[in-house]
């Protein structure tokens, strides 16, 4: 099995993890911050789950030093509920990250205000298509399921070459079921991108994502395994099986 060693990092529990993490993520956010004016922000798409609850806690502390008016928060997927649901991936960004710093600014996918999900996605695709116009993300921080979903992009459920920057979900199999997420080429395409995982759930499901021949539609973190740069943050029960 051939392991990009220096892009994975193995630490002994999760807070290691996510310490590890988040130190490596605010020096780069800070380099390249300090070569950006605010027209030009650091654009950050960020995951919900552990990386959320554990690693953005630990970015706020790690990132003191950071000027946050120079950084847009985007996430990597949401789910399409109403503004307020505790269920909300920028709910939690909020609660553990972007209220407690100055300046940042944040693009949240739509809210389920009554328009449907089909209308969400063609809303906030205008959005990200004029914001983002011809550029990619800088970094986006990822979380995985013990399924090997990355985003909302599910095994079995998604197209690998999908053509669209956003799309719709509305039978996912984890609760609720309907969502919006980055495509797996918006996905590919960011300049730098971290892959958290800890736990022994999410142990076999890396072993496979690493062996000869996996399809990728049936297994979405193996498409990671594309960019020779991405950056594996494990503890030592989700490697134990590399």
Request: hydrophobic letters at 45%.
């Amino acid at each position: 099995m051939n392991l990009p060693a220096r892009k994975m990092v193995i630490s002994p529990d999760p807070a290691a993890l996510a310490l590890s993490l988040a130190q490596d993520l605010a020096h780069h956010i800070q380099v390249q911050a300090e070569r950006r004016s605010e027209d030009t922000p650091v654009e950050i798409a960020i995951a919900g789950g552990f990386v959320a609850t554990t690693v953005l806690p630990a970015l706020a502390q790690a990132g003191e030093g950071i000027d946050w008016s120079k950084v847009r928060f985007w996430w990597c997927d949401e789910r399409f509920v109403p503004a307020g649901d505790p269920d909300r991936n920028d709910e939690e960004a909020h609660r553990f990250l972007l209220d407690r710093i100055e300046g940042v600014r944040s693009v949240p996918m739509p809210t389920d205000n009554g328009q449907g999900l089909a209308q969400a996605c063609e809303d906030f695709t205008e959005q990200w298509n004029t914001v983002m116009a011809t550029r990619s993300l800088d970094v986006a921080v990822l979380g995985m399921g013990p399924d090997g979903h990355i985003a909302s992009l599910f095994p079995g459920m998604y197209d690998p070459a999908e053509s669209r920057a956003i799309i719709a979900v509305d039978d996912s199999p984890k609760p609720p079921p309907q969502r919006l997420s980055l495509s797996m080429p918006v996905i590919l395409s960011t300049q730098r991108l971290y892959l958290a995982a800890a736990g022994e759930a999410k142990a076999g499901v890396l072993g496979a994502a690493f062996a000869e021949g996996v399809n990728t539609g049936e297994l979405p973190v193996a498409a990671l395994r594309h960019r020779e740069d991405t950056r594996w943050y494990l503890d030592e029960a989700a490697a134990a099986e590399l």
